[in-house]
């Protein structure tokens, strides 16, 4: 029975962007299989110039960026899949203006949930039961690096893709189901790098430094921004080698890893955020390189 309506809702999405007006840009995405806590990239193209040009998903508007001056009526945006989307059809809309009239084109595409483990993790008690000192000061970091995102450049800081901060056997992989001290149950919004303390951390990609400092869960982070909405964190450093509103190139060290925050030892966090949701960050170093015919490791 859900195959089924999956099935009709598939085909009334498809119906419904038919019946659009067949003026207007062709859209096209980077896969029509999407699984949850992916990155899917949307190619825009137009024969005429096109106002008010404008992506979303969801509740999500996405940045879009012209890769190349050569073709001005081209444009590509990164769109995330949250984590915790359900199997079945989804659909994208693409609106602007022409000839003064609001016109919409919706892309239909279906998303899956992947494979993920299981793993355990012993930590600090005061990490995962923490003091009402502790949750308030937790409550007020996440303020603040919502709003960090909330205000991220609308256009790249990048032109050469990005890489990964350090060549390292991944420990945990994006997804996984976690259970801290046998209770606290979460997912993992990043990825782990096996790393000593000390070991130099590089900068993903061209961005900002939006945030250097120390968190309770997080440890010593820092947050940069790449634009189009797009940030990169690395967490449980023990130095820092940036500062805020520093400008960092891809490849730059920007610390060193550490054992700070709640850790069941010393590695290095490393995640990918996409308008303001977790993506998985290989996918999204591939997806990457692909758009722009680059390696996608350091």
Do not use: C
Not at 100 to 110: E, S
Not at 181 to 189: E, V
Not at 211 to 237: E, P, Q, W
């Amino acid at each position: 029975m859900n195959r089924l309506r999956s099935t009709i809702l598939t085909a009334l999405l498809l119906a419904a962007s038919a019946l659009q007006a067949p003026a207007g840009p062709v859209v096209s995405l980077s896969s029509e299989q999407a699984v949850a806590g992916t990155t899917l990239a949307v190619e825009i193209e137009s024969q005429i110039h096109l106002s008010d040009l404008t992506l979303r998903f969801g509740d999500r508007t996405s940045h879009l960026f012209n890769p190349s001056d050569a073709t001005p009526n081209r444009w590509l945006g990164l769109v995330a899949v949250p984590f915790k989307s359900r199997n079945g059809p989804r659909a994208l809309s693409v609106r602007w203006k022409e000839s003064g009239q609001l016109r919409q084109r919706l892309k239909a595409f279906q998303v899956t949930r992947g494979e993920y483990r299981s793993e355990t993790l012993k930590v600090d008690p005061a990490r995962v039961h923490p003091s009402k000192k502790d949750r308030d000061r937790a409550a007020r970091e996440r303020q603040e690096v919502l709003r960090i995102y909330a205000g991220g450049h609308p256009s790249p800081l990048w032109r050469s893709g990005f890489q990964q901060p350090m060549q390292s056997a991944v420990t945990s992989p994006f997804g996984n189901r976690r259970l801290f001290n046998g209770k606290l149950a979460s997912y993992h919004s990043g990825m782990d790098f096996r790393a000593g303390v000390g070991t130099p951390v590089k900068a993903a990609g061209r961005g900002i430094v939006k945030l250097a400092r120390n968190l309770f869960y997080a440890g010593n982070t820092i947050l940069i921004d790449h634009g189009a909405g797009v940030f990169t964190i690395y967490a449980h450093l023990s130095q820092f080698g940036a500062a805020v509103n520093q400008s960092v190139k891809k490849g730059q060290v920007i610390g060193w890893s550490g054992q700070s925050g709640r850790v069941s030892g010393p590695h290095l966090h490393w995640g990918v955020k996409l308008n303001g949701q977790n993506v998985d960050p290989l996918q999204f170093l591939e997806m990457i390189s692909k758009l722009f015919g680059q390696r996608s490791s350091g």
